[in-house]
């Protein structure tokens, strides 16, 4: 027996549900790419992620995913030979570096202390155990989707101005942009990349970096800069040079219309929304792990990203039995745990096109997914998430 019939809910950690606004604006014949309303749709989407973003600085569009934009990050700034250094908070900021490792830069990574953010004062004594200036850049994640850590990203600038480092600062937003505050330019950021198919609910397919004014400075001495994601050439006066060629168009009338939504919620409301929607879900973890199977990974409140929950199985249970009876029975798709965490968790993201049904819908899932398979935990896990959603939004 199953009750899945109905709309399939997806609660992985990208690609995340797409709003039926965003598929109606991609709904449309192609259109001519050397001038005319794409070339608006360009610019207005180049100005609008800096806003996003919170820069003055220049944004560029990839046709790619957000490992697409680490390399154009990496190529446009760095050369064969430099130095960085890799923050940890799980696995995707140690990707990205392993990624710069096989473009030929060296990588050191500075690790964290378990399932936890990084530490600034660590950054802060590493770069100043460096008065050469050999490590050439900081890299990191705003949000590593593997374990669900936030890292403090003005904490951390803050540590690279203290220890009077020249090293760039670059962080992946992958995870994160429009789901939480990020303020590049505030916080010394010099380089962010992102990607379309997670906060800013759009397909995947397009991904962005943003430059400030000494990423700029360091692009004109890089030596691993390439034709398809050099900088340089996508300032070129032709608009298809945006996109070293045919641009991706009907990604681009999605995105338009998911930044539209974005603006007409307001950021503010949207952060505090994706706020409330995590807190929930973290409320009905912590009555589950009563049982003394599960628990949050994280154990630091402040260091629990509002985007995406992992959920480590504490007594060694193969969560797979769990997510397969919330597929086939339910129709709600949980996110596998990866990296170190792989078969040992699962993962619940709450993040873009998401709501408060949608989320208890998910929590419901897993509870009655925890009943049918005699998992041990906390009852009334839902009934906490409600009790705080309507505490949250009163009446």
């Not at 760095?78 to 130095?83: E, N």
Request: hydrophobic share 45%.
């Amino acid at each position: 027996m199953t009750v899945r019939n109905g709309r399939e809910f997806l609660s992985i950690p990208g690609p995340t549900t797409v709003p039926d606004e965003v598929l109606g604006a991609m709904h449309r014949p192609a259109v001519e790419i050397y001038g005319g309303s794409l070339v608006e749709i360009t610019t207005s989407l180049l100005d609008d992620l800096r806003r996003v973003f919170g820069t003055e600085g220049r944004t560029y569009i990839y046709a790619a995913n957000g490992h697409g934009a680490w390399e154009a990050a990496i190529t446009n700034v760095l050369s064969r030979g430099d130095l960085v250094l890799v923050l940890e908070s799980g696995r995707f900021a140690v990707s990205w570096g392993e990624m710069a490792a096989m473009l030929g830069v060296e990588t050191e990574i500075l690790p964290s202390n378990g399932h936890g953010a990084v530490d600034p004062g660590a950054v802060k004594a590493r770069l100043e155990a460096d008065p050469d200036g050999r490590i050439k850049a900081v890299m990191m994640v705003q949000v590593d989707t593997s374990t669900s850590v936030v890292n403090d990203v003005a904490a951390i600038g803050r540590a690279i101005e203290e220890a009077g480092h020249g090293a760039l600062y670059m962080v992946d937003t992958i995870a994160s942009l429009a789901t939480m505050p990020f303020e590049m330019d505030a916080w010394g950021v010099d380089v962010t990349v992102s990607a379309a198919q997670k906060g800013l609910m759009t397909p995947p397919g397009l991904s962005f970096v943003a430059a400030g004014p000494k990423a700029i400075a360091a692009h004109s001495g890089a030596d691993l800069r390439t034709s398809y994601w050099d900088w340089t050439g996508r300032e070129g006066p032709l608009h298809y040079q945006k996109y070293c060629g045919t641009p991706p168009e009907h990604l681009l009338f999605g995105l338009r219309r998911a930044l539209d939504l974005l603006f007409e919620e307001g950021l503010e409301n949207v952060f505090e929304r994706h706020r409330i929607l995590a807190e929930a879900v973290r409320r009905a973890v912590a009555v589950w792990s009563e049982g003394g199977a599960l628990d949050l990974s994280v154990t630091d409140p402040a260091a629990r990203a509002n985007s995406v929950t992992t959920i480590v199985m504490t007594d060694g249970t193969d969560p797979r039995p769990l997510l397969d009876y919330c597929d086939t029975r339910w129709g709600v798709v949980l996110g596998v745990g990866i990296g170190a965490l792989s078969e040992q968790a699962f993962r619940i993201a709450h993040m873009g096109h998401v709501n408060a049904p949608m989320v208890l819908g998910t929590l419901a899932a897993v509870e009655a997914g925890l009943i049918a398979l005699d998992i041990p935990h906390g009852r009334g896990g839902v009934q906490a998430a409600v009790e705080l959603i309507a505490e949250t939004v009163p009446a």
